[in-house]
C-alpha cells in the first residue's frame, strides 16, 4: 500500500501527497524525484519534490500534515 510522502513545491509550501514512483494521476512526472503538481497550499501549480525529512523542523513538518493533497 503506497504511503504518504511530505512533498515541497517550488514556492516553499509544504503538505502530504501519496507519491507512487513512475506513476502520476494528478501530476505531470519531469523526473523521477519532480512533478509538476496543483498544490493545496497555495492553490497553484508548480515543480513539487520529496524534500529530505530529516531536515525539515518541527513547523514544517505540522504545516505539511495539515494540508493533504491525495494521489499524486
Not at 506513476?23 to 524525484?33: A, E, H, M, Y
Not at 492553490?43 to 491525495?70: C, F, I, M, N, Y
Amino acid at each position: 500500500m503506497p504511503q504518504k510522502s511530505i512533498v515541497q513545491c517550488a514556492a516553499g509550501h509544504f503538505y502530504t501527497a501519496t507519491w507512487i514512483p513512475f506513476v502520476g494521476f494528478k501530476s505531470l512526472r519531469l523526473t523521477p524525484s519532480k512533478r509538476y503538481a496543483r498544490c493545496p497550499v497555495g492553490k497553484h501549480w508548480a515543480v513539487v519534490s520529496r524534500p529530505d525529512q530529516s531536515t525539515l523542523t518541527e513547523e514544517q513538518l505540522a504545516a505539511a500534515r495539515s494540508h493533504d493533497a491525495g494521489w499524486m
